[in-house]
Structure formats: structure tokens, C-alpha cells
């Protein structure tokens, strides 16, 4: 079953870039946005990562956290972070347990092969552990702006 806004959000503990462990709940009290992508250091992937590196002053201004989450190892979110100076811890979910259950897993095609990958979307969790919005099928551009916009409206 899809999550919806006002569900509350699937919890999980999982590694990210630098080697520790971020666990959902340890971040209430705060917003969170969580934005899963397809994979690290391609095109979309890359654009989306910087331009919400570019915002996080904005995103902090606000107490809002903002995590990345794909398929790709701890060594590999490593490298991507190094390449492009990113700010923001990026979940290592290599099991699929956090892609599952925001449903971002999906079936896909490209040039007519279908095939099992994330589908990029982003999920602003309120303070209290509510799903405040989705984005599903997110277009990069503009993205990161209609983010904090959505934001600001949790009056965070």
C-alpha cells in the first residue's frame, strides 16, 4: 500500500557516507527531508545532489535535516560525497528495506527493457514523524525549491 501525507513515516537505521548509522527516529523533533535516488555520480543523481547542497543553509535556517538515500555502497555515497563537496549524509540502503517501504522501489523501462530501480522521490517528514508531502517521479529542475517551499510551510 502506498504512503500517503499524514502517514507516519517507516522508520529505519542505516549506514551512511562517512561510516556511522542514522536512525530515523533519532531525527524527530526536527523535519526531515528524504530524498531517494537512482544511483550515485550519474547526471539526475548528481544535479539533484548539489542543488540540495546548494540550499542547506536555507534547509538549516529552517531546523530542517536533509538525507539522501540509493542502492549504492558506503564507499561508493564516500567517493560521490568527496567528488562534489555534498553536505548531507546519503543512506546506504543496499538491502532495499528503506526503498520498500516509501514504495520508490519500482519497475521501470529504458529503451525497452523494464527492469527493478529507485524511483526518484522525495518525502518532507514533519517534526513529529509524519509524512507532510511526496514527490513521487521527481524532475530535477525546480525540485529543490519547491522543497523548501513546502518547508517553510511546516512553519519549521
Known amino acids: 500500500m502506498?504512503?500517503?501525507i499524514g502517514d507516519t513515516a517507516p522508520l529505519f537505521n542505516l549506514p551512511v557516507s562517512g561510516g556511522e548509522m542514522l536512525n530515523l527516529a533519532d531525527l524527530r523533533g526536527a523535519p526531515v527531508v528524504l530524498f531517494f535516488y537512482p544511483?550515485?555520480?550519474t547526471s539526475g543523481c548528481t544535479k539533484e545532489a548539489i542543488s540540495f547542497t546548494e540550499a542547506l543553509p536555507?534547509?538549516?535556517a529552517l531546523g530542517v535535516k536533509v538525507v539522501g538515500c540509493s542502492k549504492d555502497t558506503v564507499a561508493k555515497h564516500d567517493k560521490f560525497?568527496?567528488?562534489h563537496a555534498l553536505g548531507m549524509p546519503l543512506?546506504?540502503?543496499i538491502e532495499g528495506t528503506a526503498?520498500?517501504?516509501y514504495g520508490v522501489w519500482k519497475e521501470k523501462q529504458m529503451y525497452g527493457k523494464t527492469y527493478m530501480?529507485?524511483?526518484r522521490t522525495t518525502v518532507l517528514i514533519d517534526a513529529n514523524g509524519q509524512?507532510?508531502?511526496?514527490w513521487p517521479k521527481v524532475k530535477v529542475a525546480g525540485h529543490v525549491d519547491a522543497v523548501l517551499d513546502a518547508a517553510k510551510q511546516l512553519g519549521a
Request: hydrophobic share 35%; net charge negative.
Open 2 to 4: 502506498p504512503l500517503s
Open 39 to 41: 544511483k550515485d555520480d
Open 58 to 60: 536555507q534547509f538549516d
Open 81 to 83: 560525497t568527496a567528488k
Open 91 to 93: 543512506l546506504s540502503d
Open 99 to 101: 526503498c520498500e517501504a
Open 117 to 119: 530501480g529507485i524511483e
Open 131 to 134: 509524512i507532510a508531502q511526496i
